[in-house]
Nanobody, 120 residues
């Protein structure tokens, strides 16, 4: 069994910051790419940022320059520092990770989601 456990969401005023965390645990051999997605009410889930095991990063255009993704490979943990928050950043943020489990099988897992609400 593999679990992704997120933390760090909350209510913040526009212009504020938060730090989201997501830790992968369980029967994991290794973790490849890890990422953050978000889903606002009435909208489809969208990519926010991705980081490879080699720490190469990719960001969605709306968050470039404001969000920063990082990871601690020893802890199988990914972070998302979100700065200069805007009301349109309000969404449930989901962690995603491609984990290598027994037999070398690669499986993508999702966290349960953490709510980020930005007030104007």
């Amino acid at each position: 069994q593999v679990q992704l456990v997120e933390s760090g969401g909350g209510l913040v005023q526009a212009g504020g910051s938060l730090r989201l965390s997501c830790a992968a645990s369980g029967s994991i051999i290794s973790v490849n790419a890890m990422g953050w997605y978000r889903q606002a009410p009435g909208k489809q889930r969208e990519l926010v940022a991705v980081i490879t095991s080699g720490k190469d990063t990719t960001y969605a255009d709306p968050v470039k320059g404001r969000f920063a993704i990082s990871r601690d490979n020893a802890k199988n943990t990914v972070y998302l520092q979100v700065n200069s928050l805007k009301p349109e950043d309000t969404a449930v943020y989901y962690c995603n990770a491609e984990c290598v489990i027994g037999g070398g099988i690669k499986v993508r897992y999702w966290g349960q989601g953490t709510q980020v609400t930005v007030s104007s």
